[in-house]
């Protein structure tokens, strides 16, 4: 007896994931969006290659023609949330007419601007255990050299260049560690205004630095 064709027949199976209003972004793009969604909601480990694929409205055949797979979507994703406050840093280290003070004051400012600016908690996907292999070496690499930025801007200024080397690290340590956790505490409040929420988290970076 078939179980399919009457009025009243249910299809029995793992439902399909909806697909993405038309965004207009490139294939790439709609999969990196898609990535970043489904990651986010479900979970890395709970989340297929062919679900990310029916999220970004393609075959998931289709998606092997712009990404290898899952962990090539997780690192971009990932350093997207670095590579803008990296080449922020950047200029700010090269600007020599603005007190460092105020140079370390924007980058917080604008780190936190970058982490809490998008719809999705980027992140939270900092703490996968699957980050840790060496397919995201490149992340890890670009992390440790904005982690090192702020620690130069530090040091440029009055209170960092009075602190000892290991203090130094420290302080550095915690301010990195302040503007990268700030992402769960915005998570608990969604509709603070981000530019506030970053202003005030770039004073109490300072307040933890010495300054």
């Known amino acids: 007896m078939g179980t399919s064709g009457g009025p009243g027949s249910r299809r029995v199976g793992r439902p399909r994931v909806a697909r993405r209003p038309d965004s207009g972004l490139e294939p790439r793009a709609e999969l990196l969006a ?17 679900a990310v694929a029916e999220r970004a409205g393609m075959r998931q055949a289709s998606m092997y023609h712009y990404v290898s797979g899952k962990e090539e979507l997780l690192a ?5 949330t670095v590579t803008p406050s ?5 200029e700010l280290l090269a600007d020599d ?4 003070e105020e140079r370390l004051r924007k980058l917080c400012r604008a780190d936190v601007e970058l982490l809490c600016a998008g719809p999705h908690n980027l992140g939270g996907l900092y703490l996968l255990p699957e980050v840790r292999a060496e397919r995201f070496a490149g992340f890890h690499a670009v ?3 904005l982690k090192d930025a702020y620690r130069q801007l530090l040091a440029a200024t009055a209170a960092g260049g009075a602190l000892a080397k290991g203090e130094l690290d420290l302080r550095t340590d915690l301010v990195f ?5 700030v992402i769960l505490v915005h998570r608990s409040d969604p509709e603070r205004p981000v530019s506030v929420f970053a202003e005030a988290t770039a004073d109490a970076a300072l307040r933890i630095a010495g300054i």
């Open 177 to 181: 560690g302040l503007i990268e956790s």
């Open 143 to 145: 992390r440790a050299e």
């Open 97 to 100: 007419t603005t007190p460092a």
């Open 76 to 80: 971009e994703l990932l350093e997207s």
């Open 86 to 90: 990296l080449a922020y840093a950047r």
């Open 34 to 50: 898609a990535a970043a969604e489904l990651f986010t909601t479900r979970g890395y480990s709970a989340t297929t290659t062919r």
